[in-house]
Nanobody, 120 residues
Framework: QVQLVESGGGLVQSGGSLRLSCAAS????????MGWYRQAPGKQRESVCS???????NYADSVKGRFSISRDNAKNTVYLQMNSLKPEDTAVYYC??????????????WGQGTQVTVSS
């Protein structure tokens, strides 16, 4: 059983910061990608950022320079440091991981989502 547990969401003022965490646990052979999506009401889900097992990182243009993704491979945990938050960052943030439970397979798992609300 693989589980991704998110934490760190909340209410913050415009210009403030939040740090999200997502820890994967269970029977995991290897993790290939971890990252974050977000979805605001009435909008499509969008990729925020991701980091691969090789350390390749990508960010959506809307968050470049403000958000930073990092990982702790020993803990199977990914973090999202969000600075200079704007009201348009308000969304439910979902952690995901593409991983192998057994060698030769890959599956995408999702966290439960955590609400980030940025007040103006």
């Amino acid at each position: 059983q693989v589980q991704l547990v998110e934490s760190g969401g909340g209410l913050v003022q415009s210009g403030g910061s939040l740090r999200l965490s997502c820890a994967a646990s269970g029977s995991i052979f290897s993790i290939h990608v971890m990252g974050w999506y977000r979805q605001a009401p009435g909008k499509q889900r969008e990729s925020v950022c991701s980091i691969t097992s090789g350390g390749d990182i990508n960010y959506a243009d809307s968050v470049k320079g403000r958000f930073s993704i990092s990982r702790d491979n020993a803990k199977n945990t990914v973090y999202l440091q969000m600075n200079s938050l704007k009201p348009e960052d308000t969304a439910v943030y979902y952690c995901y991981s593409v991983l192998s439970v057994v060698q030769g397979t890959s599956q995408r798992f999702w966290g439960q989502g955590t609400q980030v609300t940025v007040s103006s």
